[in-house]
């Protein structure tokens, strides 16, 4: 399983959304849109899939 990171746009801090999903289902939505609360800054961003950094999970 690859974790998903993204870039919060107003802090510019790297934030753990805390999803996880398999590298092939990945590639699959990469064009998807992603909303999740950002633990930075508590708003609520929308990220490409694309756009995320990938992390390997434990
Ligand atoms: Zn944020």
Redesign the pocket.
Known sequence: MERLEFE????G?E?DVGIESEIGTLLRIRMNKLRAR?P????V?EWMVRDAHLKKAA
């Open positions: 919060c746009p107003a802090t801090q934030v950002c930075a800054c508590g708003q961003h």
